[in-house]
């Protein structure tokens, strides 16, 4: 299983969010009838609901562990699910970039979140995704989201020596 430390920033300050509230719901989740936790490396990108990028090869790190994760936490009526399935590739961040904005087509309006010009459009209702803040992409990469809070998926990719890295994340929270 990859560390935490060796996952992209987004990715690990998604996870340690996720634990920290985890953490404190875990006395109101045990209360609850089928409540519980599952931690895995078993994700893949059928699980994510994208196609693995033609010719890409599952990211192992130097210590052999391999780029998925899977984490759900759920109780009574609550829910979240994080699946995370990284890549490697040897072709072009734009190559990349284009099968992927094309591929998340299909969930809806995919935001670049990728600049400081990210295309999000701004709005105070929480059942519209958007672009925060904090969403940036590695110098040379790609950022994109697509979906709902409640449902998101998103993509980011970069370049990392002679050979491109990417991460497809699912996030599906309930309530």
């Known amino acids: 299983m990859t560390p935490a430390s060796k996952l992209h920033p987004l990715t690990s300050t998604l996870a340690f969010a996720v634990l920290a509230v985890a953490v404190a719901a875990l006395p109101a989740i045990c209360r609850a009838a089928g409540a519980g936790i599952e931690l895995n490396d078993k994700s893949t990108a059928t699980d994510v609901g994208l196609p693995a990028y033609p010719g890409a090869s599952l990211h192992v790190d130097k210590d052999g562990d391999k780029g998925a994760l899977n984490l759900s936490l759920w109780g009574g009526s609550l829910g979240f699910k994080l699946m995370l399935v990284k890549y490697t590739s040897p072709d072009p961040v734009d190559k990349i970039a284009g099968f992927y904005r094309d591929a998340m087509g299909r969930y809806g309006t995919v935001l670049d979140c990728s600049g400081p010009h990210a295309t999000s ?49 699912k996030i599906e929270t309930s309530q």
């Open 121 to 169: 459009t701004a709005s105070s209702d929480k059942k519209v995704l958007t672009c925060n803040k904090d969403d940036k992409a590695e110098s040379g990469g790609r950022l994109y989201k697509v979906g709902t809070p409640q449902l998101q998926r998103i993509v980011s990719i970069k370049p990392v020596g002679g050979r491109i890295e990417f991460e497809m994340l």
